[in-house]
């Protein structure tokens, strides 16, 4: 059983940075491509960030290109969002998510499909 857990949100002021961490609990698994995805109220789920992680190649949404990075250290199985200059409409609840066979090509798309494990998610709120 692999799980992913999520942590680091919280409540911020516009302009803010907060750090997200996604720790995979089994050190046996490897996946080819992981993401980052956020769920705000009423919407649908929308990805913002994808690593493919063999060469480590970074994937964004037009809407955090520039302010957030994602980025992976192997010796500790975590995958993280940095979250730089957010605004309002960053907040949403963000989760991370794991796929075991994305080519880089459908990694890059930062879809939903494809992943196999997701997880439970940590809440971003940005104020004004």
């Known amino acids: 059983q692999v799980r992913l857990v999520e942590s680091g949100g919280g409540s911020v002021q516009a302009g803010g940075s907060l750090r997200l961490s996604c720790a995979v609990s089994?050190?046996?698994?490897?996946?080819?491509?992981m993401g980052w995805f956020r769920q705000a109220p009423g919407k649908e789920r929308e990805g913002v960030a994808a690593?493919?992680?063999?060469?480590?190649?970074?994937y964004y949404s037009d809407s955090v290109k520039g302010r957030f990075t994602i980025s992976q250290d192997n010796a500790k199985n975590t995958v993280y969002l940095q979250m730089n200059s957010l605004k309002p409409e960053d907040t949403a609840m963000y989760y991370c998510?794991?796929?075991?066979?994305?080519?880089?090509?459908?990694?890059?798309?930062?879809?939903?499909?494809?992943?196999?494990?997701w997880g439970q998610g940590t809440q971003v709120t940005v104020s004004s």
């Open positions: 998510a794991a796929a075991r066979y994305l080519s880089a090509t459908a990694c890059s798309r930062i879809s939903r499909s494809g992943y196999n494990y």
């Open positions: 089994s050190y046996t698994y490897s996946s080819s491509c």
């Open positions: 690593i493919y992680t063999g060469p480590g190649s970074t």
